[in-house]
């Protein structure tokens, strides 16, 4: 089992700037690839970003690429994402989750785990 609490979230002018946090427990954690995803009010669920168990692979939803950056640091259980350039079509409530097996995805589906989400807000 692997629990994932999010935070970081917020109310941001657009242009502004955001590390959301993944706190992960579990003694398979650090054998997961993780993932990032955005659900915007009356919007399905969406890919944003992945990385791979050891961090040495990313992969990203191409309408954030260059302003989001996924990392994690095992050491700390944690996985982060770092939005730059905050646009107003980026307000959603952001979810982190992890798959026991398997490498990076866009695919919902695919992941076992799921945090409660923390709400982003980008103000005019």
């Known amino acids: 089992q692997v629990q994932l609490v999010e935070s970081g979230g917020g109310l941001v002018e657009a242009g502004g700037s955001l590390r959301l946090s993944c706190a992960a427990s579990?003694?398979?954690?650090?054998?997961?690839?993780l993932g990032w995803f955005r659900q915007a009010p009356g919007k399905e669920r969406e890919f944003v970003a992945s990385?791979?168990?050891?961090?040495?692979?990313?992969y990203y939803a191409d309408s954030v690429k260059g302003r989001f950056t996924v990392s994690r640091d095992n050491a700390k259980n944690s996985v982060y994402l770092q939005i730059n350039s905050l646009k107003l079509e980026d307000t959603a409530v952001y979810y982190c989750?992890?798959?026991?097996?398997?490498?990076?995805?866009?695919?919902?589906?695919?992941?076992?785990?799921w945090g409660q989400g923390t709400q982003v807000t980008v103000s005019s």
């Open positions: 990385i791979s168990w050891n961090g040495g692979a990313t």
């Open positions: 579990g003694r398979t954690y650090s054998n997961c690839a």
């Open positions: 989750a992890a798959r026991n097996t398997g490498g990076l995805t866009s695919n919902l589906h695919a992941y076992d785990y």
